[in-house]
């Protein structure tokens, strides 16, 4: 009885949040060889029949522990037995954990290889054991981290192609399930090892928390639920008052901004960087709202903030190349072809073309460091100050080449040449033509 109650649930809850492909498509299942995702493979196995399904089992074998090896073989043998479709992959975790951990750099590469393995079997889903008892953890840890409605919400159904069947269902009624079912499984000996928090707290705050107010667990988890969907209902608010992006650019008027009470400013700012591909801390987004009138900040990802009068921007920069030593022909530098080119008599400047005394010396081109000074006709000017008459905003002002002669800036592009060597009537000159290379700016 309780296995088919517990497959009807399941599949009650993948109809509720759209998770199962079409009749004859294929789900990718994540499977570890622990009772959580041999439970998870166990109940796809009787959905797929149901539904028309073709279902793969897919593990990652992480070659952090000794058993590793052993856990991959017991998942292959299993599936081997029951017809079931598998294919594996490995990784050098600790290789990929520069500036992180070693669980995220495992989760990581775990996720690509099975983004990988769906894109070349052609599945459209891609199924993780992530349970209630997960959610609720999930909860608390970022609770301890401070997180807001976002990070509270939990573990969410669906992202993208991931889905989480088992996302209602209880750790306790897994276990009675794989106990019902003879299912086996193979125990993670650090699941027991009070070393990181989600163990922590899965092992000691939970059991705890159970004691003091029994069924905590379940009721933390659909609190999580009930934050995600406030959430959502407030992104979709804050959505709707941000102009549409190129994808590069987001612009948002100040005077709406204003007229928002703190919690919604921080979400705008926070839907600003996700719409440019960046996920925003608290404390950068605290940074964005405190700029003045004037007053620029870098973000991840590449991307700029601007505070103008009338106008909040957020720009994602171009990633320019290192410097590169012009030769005379045609070369490409980043976004551009740049053509070098000499000329027996001097030539007009040009918003693409600047224009040099050939004895100006050896040139090569490098991206605006924030730094730099052009002699003028009365004096000297920074070329914040260039950029600034020019009109050019502060977030594009780092995409703008700047010429060098024998190491000291020479030029900018749409900015000015220094004065000192501007061609001389009678001599001959070099010609430094920008073009943009199509589909870039």
């Given at each position: 009885m309780r296995t088919n109650e517990l497959v009807d649930r399941t599949a009650a809850f993948c109809r509720k949040w759209d998770m199962l492909p079409p009749a004859g498509g294929?789900?990718?299942?994540a499977v570890s060889g622990g009772r959580d995702s041999m439970t998870l493979l166990h109940i796809l196995m009787r959905l797929a029949d149901r539904e028309g399904l073709r279902l793969v089992a897919a593990h990652f074998n992480h070659r952090l522990r000794p058993g590793a090896d052993r856990d991959e073989g017991f998942v292959r043998d299993w599936c081997e037995k029951q017809g079931v479709a598998f294919l594996s992959g490995c990784g050098d975790v600790r290789?990929?954990?520069?500036?992180?951990g070693v669980e995220d750099a495992a989760?990581?590469?775990?996720?690509?290889?099975?983004e990988d393995a769906a894109d070349r079997l052609g599945a459209s889903r891609i199924a993780t054991a992530h349970h209630q008892d997960d959610n609720a953890e999930t909860v608390l840890l970022?609770?301890?981290?401070?997180?807001?409605?976002?990070?509270?919400?939990?573990?969410?159904p669906v992202r993208g192609r991931i889905i989480r069947p088992l996302l209602e269902v209880s750790r306790a009624e897994i276990d009675a399930y794989a106990a019902e079912n003879r299912i086996p499984y193979v125990e993670d000996e650090t699941n027991g090892e009070a070393v990181y928090t989600r163990n922590r707290l899965r092992l000691e705050a939970l059991p705890l928390l159970e004691k003091i107010s029994p069924g905590c667990t379940?009721?933390?988890?659909a609190a999580g639920v009930l934050l995600r969907e406030e959430d959502a209902h407030l992104q979709a608010e804050a959505g709707a008052m941000l102009p549409a992006g190129d994808g590069r650019e987001m612009i948002l008027p100040v005077p709406v901004l204003n007229r928002q009470d703190g919690a919604m400013r921080r979400r705008l700012v926070r839907t600003m960087?996700?719409?440019?591909?960046v996920t925003l801390t608290r404390t950068q987004v605290d940074g964005v709202l405190a700029l003045g009138s004037g007053g620029m900040a870098s973000l991840p990802g590449g991307i700029c903030a601007v505070r103008r009068a009338h106008q909040l921007v957020l720009r994602k920069t171009e990633a320019l190349p290192p410097p590169l030593t012009l030769q005379p022909g045609e070369q490409v530098w980043g976004p551009w072809r740049i053509t070098v080119t000499e000329s027996p008599e001097p030539a007009a400047q040009g918003p693409d073309t600047l224009v040099l005394d050939a004895a100006a010396g050896p040139l090569a081109?490098?991206?605006?460091?924030?730094?730099?000074?052009?002699?003028?006709?009365?004096?000297?000017?920074?070329?914040?100050?260039?950029?600034?008459d020019q009109g050019i905003p502060p977030e594009r002002r780092g995409e703008h080449p700047v010429l060098y002669a024998a190491g000291k800036p020479a030029a900018a592009l749409g900015a000015a040449v220094d004065w000192n060597l501007r061609p001389q009537a009678g001599?001959?000159?070099?010609?430094?033509?920008?073009?943009?290379?199509?589909?870039?700016?």
């Open positions: 294929t789900a990718l299942c290789a990929h954990m520069a500036g992180t989760r990581r590469l775990r996720y690509a290889f099975l970022h609770l301890l981290r401070g997180a807001g409605t976002c990070g509270l919400g939990g573990i969410p379940a009721r933390i988890a960087g996700q719409r440019l591909g081109v490098g991206a605006w460091d924030g730094t730099g000074r052009l002699a003028v006709e009365n004096g000297t000017r920074t070329l914040k100050r260039l950029f600034l001599r001959p000159c070099i010609l430094v033509v920008f073009t943009p290379i199509p589909g870039e700016e």
